[in-house]
């Protein structure tokens, strides 16, 4: 009898909102075509044989979790890639205890088909894998692991745009239709280095200021804006005011007037400020001009979006 199960959660990228979404603005967040495997096989041992490979096929983690790891873990003070695996698989033995309650153990493999370095969510789409394969609810899962907002389950869940928000705390997933007719003109364009959420998260949280509830409001239309705007111009425009909001409040110059203030064309952070990936809108192929900056990994929409 075959025992192997094989879950796959969408990659994610946050279009608007980036850290207000935290304080409920409304959010649009793009699946992408690139995701996460977790391949799971019965062993003999009450025990989990993990490897994690990277989208190049080299194993980027390897180890052996004995079950008592995970149900009792020794509080760690270190970060490692171990540490924050068995904080996830705690959380989720908490949720359901069952998966545990037996003799034999698992051999388990995840697979990302885009490389680690991106930042596209390898940890968001191993959490809702994890939640898929043991029947448990993925939000709660990240809420007691990791925490954040959530776009990025979001994202891993669904195959389509979604606009995202908290309300009460709580996730509020609509699909939304958003395909403009000019996606041609919009690439992403990787920085060549992961920015950690959890310190621009901690920067933002620093740095919010009492007008909270006015941004949000600018912010939330925004959203709304780009999600139906009908030309490329429009949209750029609502993503540089999008910009300098963002900008007063994080008081970090944004990525175009660090990094490409010659550019022809509008650029906008995603997710954490300073790292992972930019949205471009361009009339003009933009590929020569990151290229002669250093930054190869140019994306077109179509290759990088789920539609």
């Excluded at 940890?123 to 043991?134: D, E, M, P, Y």
């Amino acid at each position: 009898m075959d025992t192997k199960k094989t879950f796959y959660s969408n990659g994610k990228l946050l279009i608007t909102a980036e850290y207000l979404v935290l304080d409920g603005a409304k959010a649009l967040a793009l699946p992408t075509k690139f995701g996460q495997n977790l391949i799971i096989e019965e062993s003999k041992n009450p025990e989990i044989r993990w490897k994690s490979f990277d989208a190049d096929g080299s194993i980027w983690f390897e180890d052996s979790i004995a079950f008592s790891e995970i149900k009792n873990p020794v509080s760690a003070k270190e970060e490692s890639v171990k540490n924050t695996l068995l904080k996830i698989l705690h959380e989720a033995y908490l949720l359901n205890p069952d998966f545990l309650n037996q003799e034999k153990g698992f051999e388990i493999r995840t697979e990302l088909t885009f490389p680690k370095k991106w930042g596209l969510g390898t940890s968001s789409t191993l959490i809702n894998n994890i939640a898929q394969w043991l029947e448990i609810d993925a939000f709660k899962l990240l809420n007691n692991s990791f925490g954040g907002s959530g776009y990025d389950i979001a994202c891993a869940q669904n195959n389509t745009p979604v606009s995202y928000q908290l309300k009460q705390g709580k996730p509020k997933v609509e699909a939304v239709h958003f395909n403009p007719h000019f996606t041609d003109t919009i690439y992403f364009v990787y920085l060549n280095k992961k920015q950690s959420s959890k310190t621009a998260i901690a920067n933002y949280q620093k740095n919010k200021t009492t007008d909270i509830e006015k941004n949000i409001t600018k912010i939330d239309k925004i959203t709304q804006e780009i999600i139906h705007a009908k030309n490329s111009t429009i949209m750029a425009a609502a993503i540089a005011r999008h910009e300098a909001i963002m900008s007063t409040i994080l008081e970090t110059p944004t990525v175009k007037e660090n990094l490409f203030f010659d550019f022809m064309g509008e650029i906008k952070s995603l997710g954490a400020w300073g790292g992972d990936f930019v949205m471009v809108i361009s009339d003009v192929n933009p590929v020569t001009y990151f290229a002669s900056k250093g930054f190869k990994t140019i994306i077109p929409y179509k290759d990088m979006i789920l539609e």
